[in-house]
């Protein structure tokens, strides 16, 4: 007689972000009183980098947007200085990749143009870009940055074309695009690549969708219109996947998994409500996991994507009575490594004028570093020149570590490091929201000076701009107004609170020098004679 032994097994999938929530800010770290666009585009109507978020705004015209720091929350003054050279409606804003200083904006005055933000912040209206793209003759409706390749952008339009812009053009104005794509007998709704810039996945208003090579523009790919209705689509990293968001036949808001060789048929679909409003989709490589985000909805669901079926795995969401136009993403080096987040969003709330940070955290006890969900990730470093990359270099992502003392942006600054006693190493600032906005600022104002010497240089000898704390004279002056007299308080009073924290920070720098010190002659061994 055999016996046979039962073996139980969980219902329940084994993973690490099970446990996953998220948390929004409290009143005082919101944006109040954001005059949101009314807009009825279907983006994301606001881009986020570690130092500013914009946000595109409803204004009388032409087009205009925001440019706030991250770190100044609660109310914003209705008179805010904005960056308003458009002469249309501004639909869609990216912030470039690997330079925290520049931003890109589309319009339907169907142009595309390129900002430099001063490194203090937006002062005073913006109205001179970088950069003008002329090239679509209707609408521009949406912008994207190469991944890998610097100053490389992909813009399309109502015109049903793709046009790649290389920026390092010397040209104040571009006329010419380095290439166009004409496979859309449509409206490109989405357009998406893959981690080494190679591929790029778009969703058409046909409800198709298509993979190309990115630099060429060559068809790959087609997917089947019959079998989902796609209205977004974003590449699943290097998992060789696409997922795509729209309508089924019934027209339920449907998610959709496609296998990047083979687009006729999807590996999965998935009916979720019956609600009207665009889903989108972000997607976060280093963790695996998939957030779906609907425009008008109050809820933000997530899953984890496998290699294996069933593929996705629902997770939880996240649930609040306060529905949401749009959504910026920080990126990974911007994020609080200290409390475990590991995705964060910026919630655009119309009804109450509101900008409401998320961040989606893993619970732990432990307050270390933890390694096991901070896999290295894509850094603000470009891994080919324009050039390379329109010469047919192809390279994957520059990576770096977001663990504290190893950021890939403290490299280009070590003289100052030195200087300043390593007291902006991270490993001692990022529990410290103070110094580690002291440390952003102390960069910025050497960026600055260094950017005003190379200006002051190429105009010549006698045309030296002055420089006052590598700030320029003009920013100097007595305030004017009411609106400056404010700022030059508000940052009065951020200075003596950053030179507080330096002091407070060296003190116990020097209370652990004397500790080490008195330690090492403690364990001595006497001398022999």
């Not at 800010?25 to 585009?41: L, Y």
């Not at 990749?97 to 142009?111: G, H, K, R, V, Y």
């Not at 985000?293 to 496998?306: M, P, Q, T």
């Not at 924290?501 to 500790?515: A, F, G, S």
Request: hydrophobic share 35%; glycine share 6%; net charge neutral.
């Amino acid at each position: 007689m055999t016996v046979t032994k039962m073996t139980w097994r969980p219902q329940y999938r084994s993973s690490k972000f099970r446990h996953v929530f998220g948390k929004a800010a409290a009143k005082e770290g919101c944006f109040d009183g954001v005059p949101i666009t009314r807009s009825v585009q279907d983006n994301n109507f606001c881009a986020v980098n570690p130092r500013f978020l914009a946000v595109i705004t409803e204004c009388a015209g032409g087009g205009a947007f925001l440019v706030l720091s991250v770190h100044h929350t609660g109310k914003v003054d209705p008179h805010h200085p904005r960056v308003s050279g458009h002469k249309g409606n501004v639909l869609d804003i990216k912030w470039n990749p690997f330079n925290d200083f520049c931003i890109a904006s589309c319009s339907e005055d169907t142009t595309v143009k390129v900002w430099e933000i001063p490194s203090h912040g937006v002062f005073k209206h913006i109205t001179t870009p970088w950069k003008e793209l002329q090239g679509h003759s209707r609408r521009v409706g949406l912008i994207e940055w190469h991944p890998t390749a610097n100053n490389i952008l992909f813009s399309t339009a109502y015109d049903y074309q793709i046009m790649i812009w290389n920026l390092d053009s010397p040209e104040q104005v571009i006329k010419n695009p380095v290439r166009t794509i004409s496979h859309h007998p449509d409206v490109v709704l989405s357009m998406s690549f893959n981690a080494d810039g190679t591929l790029l996945a778009t969703a058409c208003k046909d409800r198709k969708v298509r993979l190309m090579e990115a630099r060429s523009g060559n068809l790959l790919q087609e997917g089947n219109a019959k079998v989902s209705k796609a209205s977004k689509a974003l590449i699943l990293g290097n998992m060789k996947m696409v997922v795509t968001t729209g309508t089924s036949r019934w027209n339920d808001r449907q998610i959709a998994l496609w296998d990047m060789d083979d687009l006729s048929v999807p590996l999965l679909q998935e009916n979720l409500d019956s609600s009207s409003g665009v889903l989108f989709p972000f997607y976060d490589p280093d963790t695996h996991m998939l957030y779906l985000a609907g425009k008008g909805d109050g809820n933000i669901r997530y899953y984890e994507i496998s290699s294996e079926k069933p593929y996705l795995h629902y997770l939880t969401e996240y649930r609040s009575p306060i529905p949401q136009k749009g959504m910026g993403v920080m990126p990974k080096r911007g994020l609080d490594v200290s409390s475990c987040e590991v995705f964060r969003f910026y919630r655009l709330v119309t009804i109450k004028s509101l900008i409401e940070p998320l961040s989606m955290i893993v619970p732990r006890r432990s307050e270390s570093y933890q390694e096991d969900i901070y896999p290295m990730t894509a850094s603000n470093k470009p891994a080919v020149t324009s050039e390379e990359w329109l010469s047919g270099v192809d390279k994957g992502p520059v990576l770096m570590s977001l663990k504290p003392g190893s950021q890939v942006e403290e490299e280009s600054f070590p003289d100052l490091s030195k200087a300043l006693g390593n007291s902006l190493d991270p490993a001692r600032t990022s529990n410290r929201p103070g110094m580690l906005q002291l440390s952003y600022n102390i960069q910025d104002q050497l960026a600055t000076k260094e950017r005003n010497e190379d200006r002051a240089l190429s105009q010549g000898d006698g045309e030296r701009l002055a420089l006052s704390n590598g700030e320029d004279l003009a920013f100097c002056s007595p305030p004017k107004t009411e609106n400056e007299l404010r700022l030059k308080f508000h940052k009065q009073q951020d200075e003596i609170r950053r030179l507080r924290e330096l002091l407070n920070q060296r003190d116990v720098r020097i209370k652990q020098l004397e500790l080490e010190i008195k330690n090492a002659k403690n364990t001595q061994p006497p001398c022999s004679l």
